[in-house]
């Protein structure tokens, strides 16, 4: 039987294909160079990536043109919102990265500072799915004014009274003079398929790479810290440690009074875990990446 390719749809350029990139490339997939702008062929496994806009991957997937898809939640479920053809979709694996929220902004110093002003008033946006969505769950009845991009702009131009858009840092509403006064929606990137089942050589592919994806989503945050230890004060320095359950304790030459510590820590090692250890008398504290995982 002929093994059938898998084909995943991806934003041929942007921030999701930023981070799908670069996570393809760490779960081992190996892009073969070609001319075609539409489907790029993965050497190494049954995989072919279809470069698309991130708004058409949803549909992509929903129609079986592509049987997985790397796309923002906040599409994936706009796109929900306004096509009930989609609602077969699934999410297979949050991915961890494109992290965003979807905010009500207003004018700075404007009468609308809260979610029940806007009643009966315009609001600008990209998403007016998730955003007359969550207005109609709250009461409130507001126009929704679509827009492509650039919805910033909206209230100073007249065209809206409020922006409902995508915010990471803030900086853009502050240079226009708009404050965000709530969260619609949050959203990271996900893998998503259709609820049915596929072909079984399509599947094997499709479960190799989930396993891979979450073994570079596990080793991001994951790091293996070394460290010296007072032989005494061992149990000090493992309440310190986060997120592991049993680090390797070995003897260091010439030292009765001291360990070598070895641990997985499955959660995020911040400045203040390395100070606090050093506290409990730990010394030559390293915190190193961990490359690959597999349970
Ligand atoms: P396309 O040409 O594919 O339609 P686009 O302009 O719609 O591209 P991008 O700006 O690359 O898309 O954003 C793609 C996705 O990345 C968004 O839908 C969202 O999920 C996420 N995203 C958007 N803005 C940010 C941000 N500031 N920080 C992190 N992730 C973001
Ligand atoms: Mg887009």
Not at 44 to 56: A, E, G, V, Y
Not at 87 to 109: H, I, N, S
Request: charged letters at 30%; one cysteine or more; hydrophobic letters at 45%.
């Amino acid at each position: 039987m002929s093994v059938q390719r898998l084909t995943l749809a991806c934003q041929k350029k942007g921030r999701l294909a930023d981070g799908g990139f670069d996570l393809l490339k760490r779960a081992g997939v190996k892009l073969a160079y070609g001319r075609d702008q539409l489907l790029r062929r993965a050497e190494n496994l049954p995989l072919d990536l279809m470069l698309i806009r991130d708004d058409d991957i949803p549909s992509f997937v929903a129609t079986g043109a592509c049987d997985y898809g790397i796309v923002g939640e906040n599409e994936l479920y706009e796109s929900m919102e306004r096509s009930p053809r989609l609602a077969d979709l699934e999410v297979a694996l949050k991915l961890g990265f494109a992290r965003c929220r979807l905010k009500l902004a207003a004018p700075v110093d404007g009468e609308i500072q809260t979610v029940e002003d806007l009643q009966g008033r315009s609001v600008a946006t990209s998403y007016p799915g998730l955003t007359e969505k969550y207005l109609r769950e709250r009461g409130i009845d507001a126009e929704m004014v679509e827009m492509g991009g650039s919805v910033e702009v909206a209230p100073r131009v007249g065209v809206a009274d409020a922006i409902c858009d995508l915010v990471s840092t803030g900086a853009t509403l502050e240079a226009n003079g708009l404050r965000a006064f709530e969260t619609v929606f949050e959203s990271e990137a996900v893998l998503i398929r259709r609820k049915e089942a596929l072909d079984p050589s399509i599947d094997e592919t499709a479960d190799l790479l989930v396993q891979r994806f979450e073994g570079v989503i596990a080793s991001r945050q994951t790091k293996y810290i070394l460290l010296n230890a007072p032989t005494d004060r061992i149990e000090e320095v493992r309440a310190v440690l986060p997120g592991t359950d049993a680090p390797t304790v070995a003897p260091v030459v010439g030292r009765d009074d001291v360990v070598a510590v070895h641990a997985v820590c499955t959660e995020e090692v911040f400045w203040s875990t390395l100070e606090r250890l050093k506290a409990v008398g730990a010394r030559s504290i390293l915190v190193m990446p961990i490359e690959k995982m597999m349970a």
